[in-house]
């Protein structure tokens, strides 16, 4: 069954340092999400991006997150300035169509420790 | 705005016995709903949604909820579970404006017991 990949699975990273949290989603999927669930807390939406856009943003998604699809397979977010809150897991997901109607397909996240 | 409340955080079971795992939502507009599962060191796996229709719905794995309007409940079911089910469910609900954000509840952990 397709699956949608993240790397790496645990990082850790120094406050103030950048960070690239990386995916694979499936391959004919078009829209792609950011998900993050802080230690003890509700996964929360980031994010969604459909042909190179942001289409939704929660108000989690401040100016330091970025999200990019450098090629054709890959999806990223970027933290610019890590602070000791965004520690987290960050799921990333994919679906064929628009929204979760259908359903997402996640991945099994990136533990970010942020020290 | 909407928020989903999962009753209980830890559901311990015995092996072959039935269980329901609940799910309350609160939203001014109308919402659809999903269950997920996580298996650990998996990604989250869609286990059944509710759209419309029918108001009992199944899923993969045995698994059926059913959707009541009048007490905002979701509450997923199963007969008989095996020690394979244990994992953490997650209710979760997109408003039917915004059909992007999945708002979810804080998950139960159901762990079967031999």
């Known amino acids: 069954e397709p699956e949608v990949t993240q790397t790496p699975s645990h990082q850790v990273t120094q406050m103030g340092q950048e960070v690239i949290l990386r995916c694979v989603p499936i391959s004919n999927h078009l829209y792609f999400y950011w998900y993050r669930q802080i230690l003890g807390q509700k996964v929360e939406f980031l994010v969604s991006f459909y042909n190179n856009e942001i289409s939704e943003k929660s108000e989690i998604f401040d100016d330091q997150f970025s999200v990019e699809r450098p090629d054709g397979s890959n999806f990223t977010l970027k933290i610019r300035s890590t602070k000791l809150e965004d520690s987290a897991m960050y799921f990333c997901?994919?679906?064929?169509?628009?929204?979760?109607?259908?359903?997402?397909?996640f991945g099994s996240g990136t533990r970010l420790t942020v020290v | 705005a909407q928020s989903v409340t999962q009753l209980d955080s830890q559901v311990p079971v015995f092996e072959e016995a039935p269980v329901e795992l609940r799910c309350n939502y609160s939203?001014?507009?109308?919402?659809?709903l999903f269950w997920y599962v996580q298996y650990p060191n998996q990604g989250l796996q869609l286990l059944l949604k509710y759209l419309s229709g029918s108001t009992l719905v199944k899923g993969i794995n045995g698994f059926e909820a059913e959707f009541n309007k009048s007490q905002t409940s979701f509450h997923l079911r199963k007969p008989s579970v095996h020690i394979s089910d244990t994992a953490e469910y997650f209710c979760?609900?997109?408003?039917?404006?915004?059909?992007?954000?999945?708002?979810f509840g804080s998950g139960t952990q159901l762990t079967v017991l031999p």
């Open positions: 997901a994919s679906s064929e169509r628009d929204g979760g109607l259908y359903g997402y397909t």
């Open positions: 939203s001014s507009v109308s919402v659809y």
């Open positions: 979760a609900v997109i408003a039917s404006g915004s059909a992007r954000q999945l708002t």
